[in-house]
């Protein structure tokens, strides 16, 4: 009587290996996680004293006086979030634009050089488009640019009042086109890379009704992408919120609200980077800077999570 071999369950191998990998990339996230809390707590602990000195009003308070030890938020908020949305502006046709002609117009020969043109302008150093905007950019502004935009739009109701004022060829305006240049391929390459995204037979069957390019992209392409294309907006709307030295380069650094848009002013970024230097451990002025970083990271931590969500659900959809 012969009895059958006892079946051998088949020896899982790297199953070690795959709990360190497992184990290893949790941490990694964990760390990450840890990393921004601390970063936030650190800085609500370091604006604490502002805060408490100056209360709510620091968020809308005009005044920046480090003699008298009275700050205020009011007028980098204000300029961070105006040139951030007059960068959007700027910005979101032309990348449309770019991303329209490399998905739908251009040879397909033609596309990845193009892209890979436009996307290598998100690795240029922003102090060298600070650079490039005070020595090339301001003057041109200066020259023709402002005084074109004073006599044609100046005297118009409604409006007039924003193009008015000396063309000194620095000020909001100017800041507002450099970060547009700056964001131009964090939006063009969503909005590249979500178009590409709809299905053929979507469009195919619009062209096979009789419509034209245009009204595929309007009627077919952008309702179905719309919420991926909001998202990758807020992205680069993020992207400007935290901009630093080509602002410094070209805004004028001025602590006063103007209603113009060429008048100088400041952005939360701009006013660290300059004051920081300046200011001793354990002051008021030192507690104020850190308050606005505080506020910038919750501003910019709001954009971030509002795009990530909007181009979560065009996924999940």
Same mark, same amino acid.
């Given at each position: 009587? @012969?009895?059958? &071999?006892? +079946?051998?369950?088949? *020896?899982?191998? %790297?199953?070690?290996?795959?709990? =360190?990998? /497992?184990?290893?990339?949790?941490?990694?996230?964990?760390?990450?996680?840890?990393?921004?809390?601390?970063?936030?707590?650190?800085?609500?602990?370091?604006?604490?004293?502002?805060?408490?000195?100056?209360?709510?009003?620091?968020?809308?308070?005009?005044?920046?006086?480090?003699?008298?030890?009275?700050?205020?938020?009011?007028?980098?908020?204000?300029?961070?979030?105006?040139?951030?949305?007059?960068?959007?502006?700027?910005?979101?046709?032309?990348?449309?634009?770019?991303?329209?002609?490399? @998905?739908?117009? &251009?040879? +397909?020969?033609?596309? *990845?050089?193009? %892209?890979?043109?436009?996307?290598? =302008?998100? /690795?240029?150093?922003?102090?060298?488009?600070?650079?490039?905007?005070?020595?090339l950019i301001a003057p041109l502004m200066a020259q023709y640019v402002q005084p074109t935009l004073i006599d044609s739009l100046g005297e118009l109701p409604g409006i007039g009042f924003l193009f008015q004022g000396?063309?000194?060829?620095?000020?909001?305006?100017?800041?507002?086109?450099?970060?547009?240049?700056?964001?131009?391929?964090?939006?063009?390459?969503?909005?590249?890379?979500?178009?590409?995204?709809?299905?053929?037979?979507?469009?195919?069957?619009?062209?096979?009704?009789?419509?034209?390019?245009?009204?595929?992209?309007?009627?077919?392409? =952008?309702?179905?992408?719309?919420?991926?294309?909001?998202?990758?907006?807020?992205?680069?709307?993020?992207?400007?919120?935290?901009?630093?030295?080509?602002?410094?380069?070209?805004?004028?650094?001025?602590?006063?609200?103007?209603?113009?848009?060429?008048?100088?002013?400041?952005?939360?970024?701009?006013?660290?980077?300059?004051?920081?230097?300046?200011?001793?451990?354990?002051?008021?002025?030192?507690?104020?800077?850190?308050?606005?970083?505080?506020?910038?990271?919750?501003?910019?931590?709001?954009?971030?999570?509002?795009?990530?969500?909007?181009?979560?659900?065009?996924?999940?959809?």
């Open positions: 009587m @012969t009895t059958g &071999a006892r +079946p051998v369950a088949p *020896r899982r191998t %790297g199953s070690l290996g795959d709990a =360190l990998f /497992a184990g290893a990339c949790q941490a990694a996230g964990a760390f990450v996680l840890l990393l921004l809390g601390g970063i936030i707590v650190e800085l609500f602990i370091g604006g604490l004293p502002a805060f408490r000195a100056f209360g709510l009003s620091f968020l809308w308070s005009t005044e920046w006086d480090p003699v008298a030890e009275v700050f205020g938020a009011g007028v980098s908020i204000y300029g961070t979030i105006v040139t951030a949305v007059l960068a959007i502006i700027f910005a979101v046709p032309l990348a449309f634009g770019v991303a329209f002609t490399l @998905t739908e117009l &251009a040879p +397909p020969w033609l596309r *990845r050089p193009v %892209g890979t043109a436009v996307e290598l =302008l998100a /690795a240029v150093p922003s102090i060298i488009y600070g650079m490039w905007g005070f020595f000396p063309p000194f060829g620095t000020g909001i305006l100017t800041a507002a086109l450099i970060l547009a240049i700056m964001i131009l391929p964090f939006i063009a390459a969503t909005m590249r890379d979500v178009f590409e995204q709809v299905p053929p037979v979507y469009k195919e069957s619009a062209y096979g009704l009789g419509c034209t390019t245009w009204e595929v992209m309007r009627g077919v392409v =952008l309702p179905y992408t719309r919420i991926s294309v909001a998202g990758g907006v807020m992205l680069g709307l993020g992207r400007a919120l935290g901009e630093t030295m080509a602002v410094t380069f070209v805004i004028g650094n001025a602590n006063r609200i103007t209603t113009t848009l060429f008048g100088p002013g400041n952005t939360i970024a701009s006013v660290v980077a300059l004051e920081f230097g300046e200011s001793e451990t354990g002051s008021l002025k030192l507690s104020s800077l850190l308050a606005l970083g505080f506020i910038l990271f919750v501003i910019s931590f709001v954009v971030l999570a509002t795009s990530r969500y909007l181009l979560r659900s065009r996924l999940k959809g």
